[in-house]
């Protein structure tokens, strides 16, 4: 690319509206403080880096363990756990977001107090919108990684097969509904992915920006319809691939409302020096690239890891004794156990006699021949259950259940061929087929 010409270096600044600056250092601050600490979250995907990364990154995470609930506790009263359970929507989450938002205003008025007399940040929104494009783009590619080898949503599991379609939660049955469909899971995918490879070249910012407003625009109205917990964490993808797109908004007006000739974009280069601008070049693409392959490699580790788990399947109570008395198959009987289904390590659950679904998390000792159960939804409920299998079909379980002593005596049935997983792509449908 040219050097710059001496007419351009002499060129003066343009003065930008003030409520442009004010907003230009609100959306820096703010930008900065959600990405944090991107881009060194990229290196953990290198072999060992966590063990560099992790000491380096303590202080950061320190930090917001410490303000989060601090602030959840003194302006809302509230107490906001530190838990990872897949939840980005947590009052833990809201509660940082508030934080953040603070910060960036009070950065704004500092920054407008010490710099008021700046008239534009040209060259520092530049940056700022390289630091956007690659937050962004790593977002949209691990995301997609995921959907085109099929680890995010994987196939709809037994229990969930065997739950009544009414018993599903809005997010059950979004996930029922991608893991259903291996090509539609890389339909989507590809199209996060060509976003986010879009948004790391300069030259196709905007249609990468473009790209990943029409995937994203769709995600968060998923995660919006679908109770889905990462309503926040979408939502601010979505803020950063449109803010990409705010200086070509006229361009784009011109374009598509106006009919009118609309001018090539300006390409400046970063750096001034052909060298570094060549460097730059290089570095960026071998770490794209090198992003991309572990990121796929992940996902696909992901999925290949998923095996099944020992007792695989589904059991079927022939017998149920809790506290010393029989309980018989009554659907009238909510607590009474109709099935015990294993179908993913780490997990059990229980279908009881109204085919109402209890997920538990398991820890199955083969050698002990146990079953330590702890409910997902209730920390400190655990159940610790013992089990035998005198043949291959047999299974027989007692222990401690709740407040119940139980024994249970199940057999193994074969998985029934279900239409949702069986049914298939038709090129020829005479009539609908909607069962």
């Given amino acids: 690319m040219a050097e710059p010409s001496q007419q351009d270096s002499v060129r003066p600044a343009p003065q930008w509206h003030p409520a442009t600056r004010l907003l230009f250092r609100f959306a820096f601050a703010y930008f900065l403080l959600c990405n944090l600490p991107f881009p060194l979250t990229w290196l953990f995907y290198i072999p060992h880096a966590d063990v560099v990364l992790t000491p380096l990154l303590k202080p950061y995470w320190a930090f917001w363990r410490a303000a989060v609930p601090w602030v959840g506790k003194h302006l809302f009263a509230v107490n906001p756990a530190v838990r990872i359970n897949g939840s980005g929507d947590s009052t833990w989450g809201y509660v940082q977001v508030f934080c953040w938002l603070t910060l960036a205003l009070a950065a704004t008025v500092a920054w407008t107090l010490l710099d008021r007399r700046r008239q534009s940040y040209v060259r520092l929104h530049e940056w700022l919108r390289v630091y956007v494009r690659f937050a962004l783009a790593a977002a949209m590619v691990t995301y997609g990684a995921i959907k085109v080898i099929k680890s995010q949503f994987p196939d709809p599991a037994l229990d969930r097969l065997l739950q009544p379609l009414g018993d599903a939660s809005p997010m059950g049955l979004l996930w029922t509904f991608m893991g259903a469909s291996q090509s539609y899971n890389v339909f989507s995918g590809a199209g996060e992915m060509l976003g986010g490879l879009l948004l790391t070249l300069r030259r196709t ?123 018989p198959p009554s659907v009238a009987d909510a607590s009474r156990w109709r099935r015990m289904i294993f179908d993913f390590p780490g997990m059990m659950s229980i279908q009881t006699m109204d085919d109402s679904r209890h997920r538990y998390n398991l820890v199955l000792d083969p050698v002990q021949h146990t079953l330590a159960l702890t409910s997902r939804d209730d920390p400190q409920w655990k159940s610790a259950l013992s089990y035998r299998q005198p043949d291959p079909r047999s299974l027989t379980v007692a222990g401690k259940f709740g407040d119940r002593q139980i024994q249970a005596r199940l057999h193994w049935v074969k998985a029934p061929k279900f239409l949702l997983t069986s049914r298939g792509f038709h090129w020829i449908n005479e009539y609908p087929f909607n069962r």
């Fill in 205 to 327: 910012t905007l249609l990468g920006a473009l790209v990943s407003i029409a995937v994203l625009g769709n995600i968060v109205m998923l995660n919006f319809s679908y109770d889905v917990p990462v309503k926040l964490y979408s939502a601010q993808l979505l803020v950063e691939a449109l803010f990409l797109t705010l200086p070509d908004l006229r361009r784009l007006g011109d374009m598509f409302l106006l009919n009118r000739r609309v001018a090539p974009a300006a390409d400046r280069p970063l750096f001034r020096r052909a060298g570094l601008h060549r460097g730059a070049l290089a570095l960026r693409t071998g770490l794209v690239v090198l992003f991309v392959v572990f990121s796929l490699a992940d996902a696909y580790d992901s999925g290949r890891d998923a095996k099944q788990p020992q007792l695989y399947g589904i059991w079927n109570v022939d017998e149920l004794t809790a506290d010393g008395r029989v309980l």
